[in-house]
């Protein structure tokens, strides 16, 4: 509502996908796995790289040099 505009980048953070199907709000809204937590700090450093590269490259740069990794 407050960028008056249904079109904007966003960045999505998760650890795995390991749900069943239809189960995804559970999953989303459920505790971390112990295995899920160790993974964090990890993912939290992949995050700073990716939002940098964002805001000093832009999308598509940074979208063809994370995705899939």
Known sequence: EKLNTTVYNRFRFGVSDSFPKGKQIDYVLGEWTD??????????????????SFALSGMNYTMNGFNGE
């Open 35 to 52: 295995e899920e937590s160790q993974k964090l700090e990890e993912r939290f450093t992949k995050s700073i790289e990716i939002i940098k």
